[in-house]
């Protein structure tokens, strides 16, 4: 089975009102290559789901950037997966680095949170990743595997999961990893999916890169054979994320 190319835009903690609209004024007059070409997702904060949701052309979606780890009640400050459902948010974003690292939020609490939101029919970007120490001390296989097997132990159906590699040394730093680099720790997550969960998982599920990704770097990462797309975080709030919408073509060329 082909895997669509996915590329998901992760506002992360940005926006206003009309920066919101502005964004998807662009997105919506964009000419994107078709849906059976390319997946594209779009991930504003909590408080822009409705606004980007009802003002965004139909072939592009949205996802929300966590939700809680299971039913809502008396959490404060959380919102839970089933609001997301109640609200018709197809995607939600878990395991990011920023929550991982500044939240404390750990491997079985990652994978937790994304056995509960597959459980009332999310579809999850579940995000990977080692920092810049791990990666010079030799970690860097070891801890992104660690990271899938906290969502590995807790979960029986990959369908509605996209697996997404974003290395923390990458993020919002304008140091991108090489296509090499990218393709090289791909390989690796898929040869891991494939040992312990199964070749079916491992040929059909999407893995994309994240960090530092931009319009003029996206064609060549996009042509690596395990690169399936792409976490945009500071160019999707740009119209550059056009450009990364169409790398997509690079798989069809
Ligand atoms: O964290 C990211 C997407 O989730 C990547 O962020 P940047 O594209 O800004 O490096």
């Not at 089975?1 to 206003?16: A, E, H, L, P």
């Not at 959490?75 to 018709?88: I, P, Y």
Request: proline share 4%; with cysteine; charged share 20%.
């Amino acid at each position: 089975m082909g895997r669509k190319f996915f590329v998901g835009g992760n506002w992360k903690c940005n926006g206003t009102a009309e920066e919101v609209k502005k964004i998807v004024s662009t997105l919506n007059e964009a000419e994107a290559p078709s849906g059976d070409v390319v997946e594209v997702v779009v991930s504003p904060p909590f408080v822009f789901l409705p606004l980007v949701k009802s003002s965004l052309r139909s072939d592009f979606h949205v996802a929300a950037q966590n939700c809680w780890v299971k039913k809502g009640g008396a959490f404060t400050g959380e919102v839970s997966a089933e609001m997301l459902v109640n609200l018709d948010i197809p995607w939600v974003i878990l395991g990011h680095s920023e929550r991982r690292l500044l939240l404390n939020e750990s491997n079985e609490f990652v994978g937790d949170k994304v056995a509960y939101a597959l459980s009332q029919g999310l579809k999850v970007i579940a995000c990977v990743g080692e920092t810049l120490e791990q990666r010079e001390s030799g970690a860097t296989l070891n801890v992104v595997s660690a990271q899938t097997k906290g969502i590995a132990e807790r979960i029986s159906n990959w369908a509605n999961v996209v697996l997404a590699y974003e290395p923390v040394w990458a993020i919002g730093t304008g140091k991108v990893a090489t296509p090499a680099q990218a393709q090289e720790v791909h390989s690796e997550l898929r040869k891991w999916l494939q040992s312990n969960i199964g070749a079916e998982v491992a040929t059909s599920t999407r893995i994309i890169y994240g960090g530092s990704v931009n319009g003029a770097n996206c064609k060549e990462l996009a042509a690596q054979p395990d690169v399936d797309g792409f976490l945009v975080g500071g160019a999707s709030l740009k119209p550059e994320f056009v450009d990364i919408i169409k790398s997509a073509t690079v798989k069809t060329a």
